[in-house]
């Protein structure tokens, strides 16, 4: 279980996270959603320790660190061993084939052997349909491909949480269509995933928890439909400017 | 001509591959280890004891590139017999002449190719180390596994640059008593009063060890850049 409390972080004079608290549910998908420069990317990274936020509190599973204080390395190190991160570029390894860059974590951070680790490879890139591109180099891939090759070597980690950074949003619909399938198939095996999108129509059908975030703060925190319910005007106005509903008026 | 060509080429290319090749090839491979450490020691982010080792290796670029080879050479081989220090070195340090080159020529071209490999760690995207942070992996994985591997591919030809210039300046190393392939035409000029041709001469072999080179650059970049593409399968 995964869960923040009070966490801060300012970029200059720019509070990017006020105050956050919330909890992050096990076997189930927490969306985050809200306006560009909001800080939900800086929440996700956060949770990395890909940014250091300046105080807080983060709980995980048993561990329970001060942010206010330094964090040794070693503490970073091994909740990053059980959370993995999806970027919006891929950041693929390019100078590894796509099978390497899924085998990569397994041998060189959870120390298996190489057959097992190839066996497991070769069997997530057939999950995410592209168990023919794996000699291939990620040059060759379209986006749509590196971002499927990316969750492969994410889910190649067997992580606790998946933390999934705008993971469509570099792509046009029918490659985002391709990445979406396969996060919506991770997500009924019921693998911990929060993902920062702006795709709501995506968030409505993934979405066992949606987290609205404005200014560094939460605005909303709650279930779907009690999102897509909501009578409260500044994310209705969200909504509808998301799903372009103006347009028709 | 043709005759002094025949007669002298023997010669040249025994002291080309007894001194000027074997100088230039150990310096270089030394240099790089040097321009590595170098390198990643200013690149650390660690403070306290690191503080001042970085300040000692700026130090070392900043001296060895700001000064001219030839005097470096005067000064390690002519110079360092006067260092004399009670009861380290009570005679000074004295050097063979080859060691004194090889540990002129590896100590300067390690400063110049610090500044390469600095630079093509440099220029790898940060997303590539958050990749490689988010999977688990400690800062000398990510930098073994992942940064270092993409970052010999961009270095590679400033990196041959260096190792041409240095097959050249070996040629300083004449003045510090040592018969390479130079000092081998200066000899032969000075006996049969043909300079144009023995400098020429030794001007074309020279050219033809920096034209392998050359061709094993390419050779390298291509072996390197296998990964890199332009167009979509």
Known sequence: MLKIENLTKTFGNHQALDHISTTFPENKTTVIVGPSGSGKSTLLRSLNFLEKPESGHYHFDDLDIDLSKPVSSSTILNIRRQTEMVFQGYNLFPHLSVIKNVMEGPIYVLHKDRATAKKEAAELLAKVGLAEKADVYPAQLSGGQAQRVAIARSLAMHPEYIFLDEPTSALDPELELEVLKVLLQIAKEKQSMIIVTHNLAFAKQVADKIIFVEDGKILFDGSEPDFFGTDNQRILDFISAMTFSDLEE | ?233
């Open chain 2, 1 to 233: 001509m043709w005759h002094i060509i025949q007669s002298s080429t023997p010669q040249l290319l025994a002291a080309g591959f007894k001194y000027t090749i074997p100088i230039a090839i150990i310096s270089f491979i030394i240099g790089l280890v040097i321009a590595l450490i170098t390198a990643l020691v200013r690149l650390s982010s660690k403070k306290g004891f690191f503080y001042i080792l970085k300040a000692i290796f700026r130090f070392y670029v900043w001296l060895f590139r700001s000064t001219p080879l030839l005097v470096q050479l005067f000064i390690v081989y002519f110079g360092l017999p006067y260092l004399k220090i009670q009861g380290i070195f009570p005679n000074g340090i004295q050097l063979n002449p080859v060691i004194a080159g090889i540990i002129t020529f590896s100590l300067n071209t390690g400063a110049y190719c610090s500044e390469t490999i600095r630079a093509s760690i440099l220029s790898i995207p940060e997303g590539q180390w958050e990749a490689a942070y988010s999977i688990g992996m400690t800062k000398t994985v990510v930098l073994r596994r992942i940064i270092l591997p993409q970052a010999i591919r961009i270095s590679l030809p400033p990196l041959a640059n260096s190792f041409i210039s240095l097959v050249k300046d070996t040629s300083l190393a004449a003045s510090i008593t040592i018969v390479e392939m130079f000092e081998v035409s200066q000899q032969i000029a000075a006996q049969n009063y043909q300079p144009l041709v023995m400098y020429s001469l030794v001007a074309v072999y020279y050219a033809i060890f920096c034209t392998v080179l050359t061709w094993l650059q390419g050779y390298l970049e291509k072996v390197t850049s296998r990964y890199v593409t332009t167009s979509a399968e």
